[in-house]
């Protein structure tokens, strides 16, 4: 009787270290996921000033008013932060796919319309 209980008594304590473990797993990813939201909106933000600077550039470069070396500084300014947004949008579906697979549900995609979601699920 003692050894049941002894049993008894470890399966509960592991079951609560996982269970322990699996919210500070989501809290972890809830809080990654608000850093690189911050993050993306603020690369988003700036995208446009990037563009416009990069086609000034390249127009200035066409006209002979800079030199080759700031139109390819403006050029990759610009490109970068798209890269930057696309690694963003990467990681962010990378821990959505993190959080499914530990909460076993599906989430609302950050990209798409709830309307989508609600659709594609009903049926």
């Known amino acids: 009787m003692a050894i049941e209980q002894a049993t008894r008594q ?3 304590d592991e079951y609560q270290t996982r269970l322990n ?3 500070a797993d989501v809290a972890h990813l809830r809080t990654d996921n608000a850093i690189l939201s911050s993050q993306l ?3 988003e933000d ?3 000033d ?3 600077a990069a086609a000034h550039a390249a127009a200035a470069y066409a006209e002979h008013n800079v030199t080759l070396g700031a139109y390819t500084d403006a050029q990759s300014a610009a490109l970068t932060k ?3 947004a696309a690694t963003l949008r990467e990681s962010l579906a990378e821990q959505r796919v993190g959080l ?3 909460l076993g549900n599906a989430i609302p995609d950050a990209f798409s319309s709830a309307q989508n979601f609600t659709e594609t699920h009903a049926k």
């Open 50 to 52: 990037a563009d416009l």
């Open 46 to 48: 700036a995208l446009p």
């Open 21 to 23: 473990e699996a919210y």
């Open 100 to 102: 499914q697979a530990l």
């Open 10 to 12: 470890r399966l509960r």
């Open 41 to 43: 909106q603020q690369t």
């Open 82 to 84: 798209h890269i930057d």
